[in-house]
């Protein structure tokens, strides 16, 4: 066995299962548990453990955001003058409640947040980043606008537990 944290033991079925369900969420218990060599009541007990450690946190469609139009991916640096509490509320409500912020990193170093966003072209993301300034105070915006995708991924590394 090996720990995944302090708090959680993760084995050898628990790491199969999060590898099967990563890659796809509408395997059947039944099935997860025959590609596993489990049975199918001890792998969906394992399942809900997971889910009640918060370890499973959903389950979800991944869409092709370029066949729905969303063309332009945005990876913006900004930079505050601001470290309050009051300022830090506002902005991660008015980031969070922007659909197109896919999203954000609150960063070390020279940038405060890393942001990434899609939207269909350069006039909707100029609208995103109007309503941003205007309701939230930015030192310094930079965005860099993404060529090409070379890797995209949501499944997590689990080879470290080996």
């Not at 990563?22 to 059947?28: F, I, K, P, R, T």
């Not at 946190?57 to 640096?77: E, S, Y």
């Not at 609150?106 to 309701?135: C, F, T, W």
Request: hydrophobic share 40%; with cysteine.
């Amino acid at each position: 066995m090996v720990s995944a944290t302090k708090d959680t033991v993760l084995d050898g079925f628990d790491r199969k299962i999060l590898d099967r369900l990563q890659h796809d969420a509408n395997l059947s218990v039944t099935q997860l548990a025959e590609d596993i060599g489990l049975s199918k009541s001890a792998c969906w007990r394992r399942i809900q453990a997971l889910e009640d450690k918060g370890i499973i946190t959903a389950r979800v469609t991944l869409l092709d955001q370029h066949k729905l139009g969303l063309n332009l991916t945005v990876f913006t640096a900004i930079r505050t003058l601001q470290h309050t509490k009051k300022w830090y509320d506002n902005f991660s409500s008015v980031v969070t409640a922007m659909p197109n912020v896919m999203e954000v990193h609150r960063m070390s170093g020279e940038i405060d947040y890393l942001m990434r966003s899609v939207v269909p072209d350069m006039r909707s993301y100029d609208a995103m980043y109007l309503d941003m300034i205007k309701n939230t105070e930015l030192s310094d915006v930079s965005s860099s606008f993404s060529m090409e995708t070379i890797k995209y991924s949501t499944a997590l590394p689990l080879e470290y537990l080996d």
